[in-house]
């Protein structure tokens, strides 16, 4: 099983909403990542965790607020996003450190802020 | 500060002939991954290939091989026997420790 799996797979949310994505992956992989993309862009990183612990910040607003509640589960809780926060949210997760040499990605959460 | 150069913004290619994608990096680390993806329209970032520092040989994955040359930095993907479901957004990506960068992609596009 190489898959991660993201809920929902789009969202519509108003500027005072609070939602919450999330991700599952059931490889024992120990570092999992937030991902923000843009249209006709690369994916910008905005968090890891390393052994459920947040190794990373891409210093993201804190309107985005990430959660990893045991080794499988990934969570990016949303509140007060702005139109610009609209873009495909990709989750994905891997072996810890350089010696991993698979990193998969879950199908996304395409966001829509209005 | 580790960067993904992608020189090629679109390609196009012959149903059933080869494609090189290419993708240089920068970083002065010496253990480091680098990884090629698909991203087809419907947004699912497929893992293609990977390749480590350490590796001496090419990684091959199907039709999908790696040229790697590290001396000169580069990572390039080769395509063999281009197909029509080929036709996507490839995206080169290293990764240092637990940090995984991506460069700005190429759009590949199968001619048949």
């Known amino acids: 099983d190489t898959e991660v799996t993201q809920t929902p797979k789009h969202l519509v949310m108003g500027m005072t909403n609070k939602k919450s994505l999330k991700c599952e992956q059931h490889m024992g992989h120990r570092a999992m990542y937030w991902y923000k993309q843009k249209a006709k862009k690369p994916p910008e990183l905005m968090f890891v965790y390393s052994y459920e612990k947040l190794s990373i910040n891409e210093s993201v607003p804190s309107r985005f607020s990430p959660e990893c509640p045991n080794s499988s589960l990934l969570n990016l809780h949303l509140h007060a996003l702005q139109p610009e926060d609209s873009a495909l949210y990709l989750c994905?997760?891997?072996?810890?450190?350089?010696?991993?040499?698979?990193?998969?990605f879950g199908q996304g959460t395409r966001l829509t802020v209005v | 500060a580790q960067k993904i150069t992608q020189t090629q913004p679109g390609m196009f290619v012959q149903e059933k002939e080869a494609v090189t994608l290419d993708c240089t990096y920068d970083t002065s680390d010496q253990s480091y991954g680098l990884f090629w993806y698909k991203q087809p329209s419907s947004g699912e970032m497929i893992f293609l290939i990977y390749q480590g520092s350490y590796d001496e040989q090419n990684a091959t994955e199907g039709r999908y091989s790696l040229n790697f040359q590290k001396a000169r930095k580069s990572a390039n993907l080769v395509i063999s026997a281009s197909q029509l479901g080929d036709s996507a957004m490839y995206f080169c990506?290293?990764?240092?420790?637990?940090?995984?960068?991506f460069g700005a992609g190429t759009i590949l596009r199968v001619k048949s």
């Open positions: 990506a290293m990764r240092e420790l637990n940090k995984l960068v």
């Open positions: 994905a997760s891997s072996r810890q450190g350089i010696k991993g040499t698979e990193a998969f």
